[in-house]
């Protein structure tokens, strides 16, 4: 009971400095410049802590008693039940942004997940943290002439801030040997400021579109790992997940501003007009993994992931036939599948004599198809590739991790902006032996 008192206070001593920080991470920048984020809720996070980010985001079948796996809440149940886990990691980035003739290069830095993690009871873990879900970051503009003779035009400006996280708590439960469950409650948070601007060159008039959404939802994930002994040093571990896709909200409003530079006088127009309410949703996701582990030096893996976009109603504004609209609309995107190849190596985990054995080596590549539909047409492709490593940290009472990765993202598309993003991730993992029984002789 004492143990079981001691676990719950640490518990909530970091469920309140988790909150703490989820109040600053939503303060801080986007972490992304690329006017993709412009589209549905915004870039898409790999959600991976420091060992996926090395493997390029492998985790659904990954399971270890020293780390924290939240992309599969069944694999809490292989924490160690001495040990208290604290994941911490932050990015940056450079981007280029390539559109025919014209490139453009784009800097950000990003804070990407805060984990904890503890078993509660036998064949029983705990996890809780700050995971990222979408960022939204872009400012650009856009200047077309109307017609082929004279100077008339006009240009366009595209700005947007914003995203959306989750503070999650989860538990993963091993009834049987080599057979676990698990789940995570999340609470999803943020939204989007997103504005249009139009102004013409020989008009006095100016229009601006201004989108906006503050979503306080939930978001519940399901996992489940199967775990087979191949012989005395081989383990061969599936795993699936499944995430349930819902309506999250958001009350988005969008208002139609027409404004008179002469005068100074300004016409706004909102929708949805009215009682009337739209809602922002999540896509179903389902998951699968596979992981063979032999004598914990090498692991490989690979995960399949489908979300399904394509049935998730997209908020779209339109003046068709003179009839103005906001209103949700589904087919605005493909499903997103996405394919990821990974493996892990220690030399020697248990090395005394060499330091360099000790070190974890990690690499992955991953494949996604185009989930946009951008004017009707497929957005980017993206293929992407990782290298890192787990370099051990040995203090009184305390085994921690320094996890680095490099990542290279490419989003491809012959129509639209092709972009390059390579991206460090550090992330620091305590694993801190607070429920040690000492003995006294």
């Not at 453009?104 to 984990?115: P, Q």
């Not at 492709?381 to 290298?387: H, N, R, V």
């Not at 320094?402 to 460090?424: E, G, H, M, P, Y």
Request: hydrophobic residues 35%.
């Amino acid at each position: 009971m004492n143990d079981m008192r001691k676990k719950m206070c640490a518990a909530l001593l970091c469920l309140l400095s988790v909150g703490a920080m989820g109040q600053t991470v939503s303060s801080t920048s986007s972490g992304t410049n690329s006017p993709y984020s412009q589209y549905a809720l915004g870039e898409l996070v790999d959600p991976s802590g420091g060992v996926g980010k090395g493997m390029n985001g492998l985790g659904i079948a990954y399971r270890d008693h020293a780390q924290v796996n939240h992309l599969n809440p069944a694999s809490y149940s292989a924490i160690d039940s001495l040990s208290f886990i604290f994941d911490l990691g932050l990015s940056g980035q450079i981007s280029n942004f390539e559109e025919g003739n014209k490139r453009v290069n784009a800097r950000s830095a990003n804070f990407e997940y805060a984990v904890a993690g503890f078993r509660l009871a036998r064949h029983l873990g705990f996890s809780f943290g700050v995971i990222p879900f979408s960022n939204i970051g872009y400012n650009y503009s856009v200047t077309k002439k109307i017609g082929t003779e004279g100077t008339a035009g006009y240009s366009s400006s595209y700005k947007g801030k914003g995203g959306l996280h989750e503070v999650y708590i989860g538990m993963g439960w091993e009834p049987f040997r080599g057979v676990s469950f698990g789940v995570n409650g999340g609470y999803l948070w943020g939204g989007y400021d997103r504005s249009v601007v139009n102004t013409y060159s020989e008009a006095s008039t100016s229009l601006s579109k201004i989108y906006s959404a503050d979503v306080r939802s939930y978001k519940v994930d399901f996992g489940v790992q199967l775990t087979a002994k191949l012989g005395k040093k081989d383990k061969l571990t599936l795993g699936a997940t499944y995430g349930l896709g819902h309506k999250i909200g958001g009350d988005p409003t969008c208002k139609i501003i027409s404004t008179n530079s002469s005068t100074g006088v300004a016409d706004t127009t909102s929708y949805p007009g009215g009682v009337s309410k739209l809602n922002l949703e999540l896509p179903m996701t389902i998951g699968g993994g596979l992981m063979w582990n032999h004598n914990d030096k090498w692991r490989v893996g690979a995960d399949y992931t489908l979300q399904k976009w394509a049935d998730v109603g997209l908020l779209e504004y339109s003046a068709d036939n003179g009839v103005a609209e906001y209103k949700s609309v589904k087919g605005l995107c493909n499903d997103l599948q996405k394919m990821t190849l990974g493996v892990e190596y220690c030399p020697n985990p248990e090395s005394r004599r060499s330091y360099l054995h000790r070190i974890r080596y990690r690499a992955g590549v991953s494949y996604a198809t185009p989930y946009l539909k951008i004017n009707g047409q497929d957005g980017p492709k993206e293929i992407s590739a990782s290298m890192g490593m787990g370099i051990p940290i040995y203090r009184p009472n305390s085994i921690s991790t320094v996890n680095i990765s490099a990542q290279w993202v490419r989003q491809d598309s012959k129509q639209f902006i092709t972009s390059n993003t390579f991206r460090l991730t550090i992330g620091v993992t305590f694993n801190e032996r607070w429920f040690d029984k000492w003995k006294v002789e």
